[in-house]
């Protein structure tokens, strides 16, 4: 089956930038939808469609994917975006499977 | 606002079946363009899919639960719902359920709604 891969942790500065990778084989022809979770809560869409915002998402969140990596990235964090992200794909080689990535814990420092 | 909220037993005994009940309100679970779904998260780890159904009853499942689980759909009241049998300890998790937006139309969606989720223990 597919495999995410993401780094355990990240941490940054207040006001630098954080980058949240997420490797899998040929990811880049694959959507990547990335998941933003904070202690005791409900998961909640940060990045869909691997560059897309939903609505009432900061721009400072912005995402890519080519290859084999995806990558979402925030720019001037801020407290606020301390949190675990999970990066998510659907893997299509038979009936649909979602998976996720194992989730990297972003420490704002 | 659409809003989900998943009902079910906070404890269930080893070998049982886990049953849990998603309503949706502030939208129809009848609508084209949705699938919905259950994730669940054990105690510090991360999280893992279990399956999706469409409100005609059409559905997927992860194939590493596919045999323990089946996923159901009642339109009239709004609510799909998630069985789980034989369960383990291995199963204990928070339990949520989250509507999977098919925005481009075939099956790559977001999950872009969720409930709150809910804790289920396997104990004796």
């Known amino acids: 089956s597919y495999v995410l891969t993401q780094p355990p942790s990240v941490s940054v500065a207040p006001g630098k930038t954080a980058r949240i990778t997420c490797g899998g084989n040929?990811?880049?022809?694959?959507?990547v939808h990335w998941y933003q979770q904070k202690p005791g809560q409900a998961p909640v869409l940060v990045i869909y469609y691997d560059s897309d915002r939903p609505s009432g998402i900061p721009e400072r969140f912005s995402g890519s994917n080519s290859g084999n990596t995806a990558t979402l990235t925030i720019s001037r964090v801020e407290a606020g975006d301390e949190a675990d992200y999970y990066c998510?794909?659907?893997?299509?080689?038979?009936?649909?499977?979602?998976?996720f990535g194992g989730g990297t814990k972003l420490t704002v420092l | 606002q659409l809003q989900l909220q998943e009902s079910g037993p906070g404890l269930v005994k080893p070998s049982e079946t886990l049953s849990l009940t998603c309503t949706v309100s502030g939208g129809s679970i009848s609508s084209s363009s949705y699938y919905w779904g259950w994730i669940r998260q054990p105690p510090g780890k991360g999280l893992e899919w279990i399956g999706s159904?469409?409100?005609?009853?059409?559905?997927y499942y992860n194939p590493s639960l596919k045999s323990r689980v089946t996923i159901s759909v009642d339109t009239s009241k709004n609510q799909f719902s998630l069985k789980l049998s034989s369960v383990t300890a291995a199963d204990t998790a928070v339990y949520y359920c989250?509507?999977?937006?098919?925005?481009?139309?075939?099956?790559?969606?977001?999950?872009?709604?969720w409930g709150q989720g809910t804790l289920v223990t396997v104990s004796s």
């Open positions: 989250a509507r999977h937006n098919l925005i481009y139309g075939d099956y790559d969606p977001v999950l872009d709604y």
């Open positions: 159904i469409y409100y005609s009853g059409s559905t």
């Open positions: 998510q794909v659907w893997d299509s080689s038979s009936d649909p499977l979602g998976v």
């Open positions: 040929n990811i880049g022809s694959k959507s």
